[in-house]
């Protein structure tokens, strides 16, 4: 089946440290891979996302690659800002009509001045 | 980008009472609507999709006579929780998809109703 498993948080960070949030996948056939994030009070945003392998989604100084070897797809961000702290939720698409994105448990990240 | 907007952001309601939940494809039209209910610390917990002019799909051990879920058109759904009770407390995030694609295609979401069962 189809799943996906993103590191437990919180993370709690100082503004400007390098953040990485691990997520892995199982999943049969060939998917899409998203980052979603959450802030307080908010509905869901995407964030970037990549459809193949090797792809590389990139928005607001975020970054994540997808690697098929390693089933993962971590997200990084090179230096966090207090504006950043949110829920960040992992989800995959199985690319198949009608089929609904499956979503990691999320990674609350708290970023401190 | 797509914007899709929920309508009670929040209700409280007594134990018993059916409450309805509105969502709304505002700049396209969402040929597959999904309902998810999201859990305090959990992920977001895919309840049912559907699809305009036919019956919902249901997850497995969602109740479809009590989340009652209508796709009349290419830009509402409603979810309406009949007999609510305590346990049905929960924030409830509707996601809308457009167009034909299967792969890659991109799912926009609500900003979810807080619901409350006295």
């Known amino acids: 089946g189809n799943s996906v498993t993103q590191m437990e948080g919180p993370v709690t960070l100082s503004e400007e440290a390098f953040l990485t949030i691990n997520c892995t996948y199982t999943?049969?056939?060939?998917?899409?891979l998203f980052w979603y994030v959450q802030y307080p009070g908010e509905g869901l945003q995407l964030l970037l996302k990549?459809?193949?392998?090797?792809d590389k989604g990139s928005n607001k100084g975020f970054e994540a690659t997808y690697r098929k070897e390693t089933t993962s797809f971590h997200l990084e961000k090179g230096s966090v800002q207090v504006s950043d702290s949110a829920v960040y939720f992992c989800?995959?698409?199985?690319?198949?009509?009608?089929?609904?994105?499956?979503f990691g448990k999320g990674t609350t990240l708290s970023v401190s001045s | 980008g797509a914007v899709v907007s929920q309508h009670p952001s929040r209700v409280i309601c007594k134990s018993g009472t059916s409450v309805k939940i509105e969502c709304r494809s505002l700049?396209?039209?969402?040929?597959?609507m999904f309902w998810y209910r999201q859990f305090p610390k959990k992920s977001l917990m895919l309840m049912a999709t559907?699809?305009?002019?036919?019956?919902?799909?249901?997850e497995q051990g969602v109740e479809k006579d009590k989340f009652l879920i209508n796709h009349a058109s290419l830009t509402l759904s409603t979810l309406t929780v009949t007999s609510a009770h305590p346990e049905d407390s929960s924030f409830y995030i509707c996601?809308?998809?457009?167009?034909?694609?299967?792969?890659?295609?991109?799912?926009?979401f609500g900003p979810g109703t807080r619901l409350t069962v006295l």
């Open positions: 996601s809308a998809r457009g167009g034909g694609t299967s792969g890659g295609g991109e799912q926009f």
């Open positions: 999943a049969t056939g060939y998917p899409s």
């Open positions: 990549a459809t193949k392998a090797d």
């Open positions: 989800a995959l698409h199985p690319n198949q009509a009608g089929t609904a994105l499956i």
């Open positions: 700049d396209f039209q969402a040929t597959t």
């Open positions: 559907s699809n305009e002019g036919s019956k919902a799909t249901y």
